[in-house]
């Protein structure tokens, strides 16, 4: 069936660089996608979300963009800071209020 | 944990043993959600409410049940625990603007 992927499962990045994260979709009608933080025993929290007539969409050091030709979305954080470390889910609405999710991509921060 | 509690946080069980987990929101939103998490699968959807007494089954829904019988309770239950489910088990809640809100999750251990 139709799946959220990630590129990679890890990610390593100095403290100040800035992070990307990415996730590819197969389902070409999906028409909202959105962005999860987990950190380490906590449930997942709201990053940022877009919809498929928008290629990017800016919060408060971060942006999501959507290459809806390739079926491809990323998470950019700017100037990673420690606080950054945790996995991220990207999720793709599948019919009526049901999200299915990627499996995550861990975010570590080098000093 | 945007007003969502679940409850209890760790439970530990036997084999065979009825558990019933609950989920609690203040925020009056219209949906629920359970979810199990489970390494190398990410978030899956195990049944999900749209309202009192309205609830439909997920992605991996054998093996659960669910009974939503205020708005602000959601609770999930396993007729005869089994080892495979093992996991922490998310609640979530939205309002139907797709985002969703979730508590800070139950570990449960069945032996």
Redesign the interface.
Known sequence: GESVGLHLPTLSVQEGDNSIINCAYSNSASDYFIWYKQESGKGPQFIIDIRSNMDKRQGQRVTVLLNKTVKHLSLQIAATQPGDSAVYFCAERQGAQKLVFGQGTRLTINP | ?AG?TQSPRHKVTETGTPVTLRCHQTENHR?MYWYRQDP??????IH?S?GVKDTDK?EVSDGYSVSRSKTEDFLLTLESATSSQTSVY?C?A?T?E????????TRLSVL
Not at chain 2, 99 to 104: K, L, P, R, S, T
């Open positions: 944990d969502i949906y190398g699968h990410g978030l899956r959807l999900y749209y997920g998310f979530a939205s139907g797709n985002i969703q809100y979730f508590g800070a999750g």
